[in-house]
């Protein structure tokens, strides 16, 4: 009777110890839908997830339950780390919408300096750094010198600012900065600056701001994330019913080093980019 009562009386300390964080969780996936900023199979998916937990907390004992509210309440502690990776790619729609323009001044003609540093400009702002490099160097070497005897100024006079804009960039230029870009039509990887892929001719760098714009794949990730973590705690519960001794300790030790591994994969690009200098 009193092993009943102390067993109950320890899911009660789970319950507890998880509700919050749980119906937290689940209000978040329910505004996310309603938003239409997550699918309803993700919205679905979330809250399942947090149901899993919820059980798994509660079977497990208080202690399980302790480690499950820990990495809720994590999340929700990042809460503003995750809001401003959102405002971020909100800022840069916005930028999409005039890197769409620039790119379809181009598209009219190739040899337009100035949707070439317009194209430069938006792409340095949100950290693509070698790129703007690039297409502004191209942009310059569009640009003649001679002066026109009416206006008694030259092309490069006319681009002074963009010009002065790329020394600056070069003076502070790394090597990362310029890596090649892969195509997401057709995987064809291409130098720094490709505005179209060299061999579908698909509009590379527009590709990548319009992916980068859309937060669905972000939330796509974190219930992915939160999945795996579900899955793992839901096998470590399960190890400690069938081992014991340190070979229990080993084998929670490589699922948490699995889990590790995987979620560095999973959120290997999100990155909050350095201001331009």
């Given at each position: 009777m009193s092993e009943q009562y102390g067993l109950n009386f320890e899911r009660i300390l789970a319950l507890l110890a998880v509700i919050l964080p749980t119906c937290v969780w689940v209000v978040w996936a329910i505004r996310k839908m309603i938003d239409a900023e997550l699918s309803a199979a993700q919205g679905v998916a979330a809250i399942g997830v947090s149901l899993i937990l919820l059980f798994i907390a509660i079977e497990g004992?208080?202690?399980?339950?302790?480690?499950?509210?820990?990495?809720?309440?994590?999340?929700?502690?990042?809460?503003?780390?995750?809001?401003?990776?959102?405002?971020?790619?909100?800022?840069?729609?916005?930028?999409?919408?005039?890197?769409?323009?620039?790119?379809?001044?181009?598209?009219?003609?190739?040899?337009?300096?100035?949707?070439?540093?317009?194209?430069?400009?938006?792409?340095?702002?949100?950290?693509?750094?070698?790129?703007?490099?690039?297409?502004?160097?191209?942009?310059?070497?569009?640009?003649?010198?001679?002066?026109?005897?009416?206006?008694?100024?030259?092309?490069?006079?006319?681009?002074?600012?963009?010009?002065?804009?790329?020394?600056?960039?070069?003076?502070?230029?790394?090597p990362e900065d310029f890596k090649p870009i892969r195509c997401l039509r057709c995987s064809m990887v291409n130098p720094p600056g490709t505005i179209a892929c060299s061999r579908c001719q698909a509009p590379v760098l527009l590709d990548h701001a319009r992916r980068r714009a859309d937060p669905k794949p972000f939330y796509a990730r974190l219930i992915l994330g939160w999945v795996a973590i579900a899955t793992a705690l839901g096998i470590s519960v399960s190890l400690g019913f069938v081992v014991k001794g340190n070979a229990l300790a080993f084998a929670i030790l490589g699922v948490v080093a699995l889990l590790g591994l995987f979620l560095a994969w999973l959120f290997r690009g999100e990155r909050v980019l350095p201001p331009p200098v």
């Open positions: 004992g208080f202690w399980v339950a302790v480690i499950i509210a820990s990495l809720m309440l994590a999340t929700l502690a990042a809460v503003p780390y995750l809001a401003s990776r959102i405002d971020q790619r909100l800022l840069f729609e916005v930028d999409e919408h005039l890197l769409e323009q620039a790119f379809g001044a181009f598209g009219e003609n190739p040899a337009n300096a100035a949707a070439l540093f317009r194209i430069a400009t938006v792409l340095y702002d949100a950290g693509q750094r070698g790129h703007a490099i690039r297409i502004a160097e191209y942009a310059a070497s569009l640009l003649g010198s001679d002066v026109d005897p009416v206006s008694n100024r030259s092309l490069r006079d006319l681009f002074r600012k963009e010009l002065s804009d790329l020394k600056r960039w070069q003076e502070y230029a790394q």
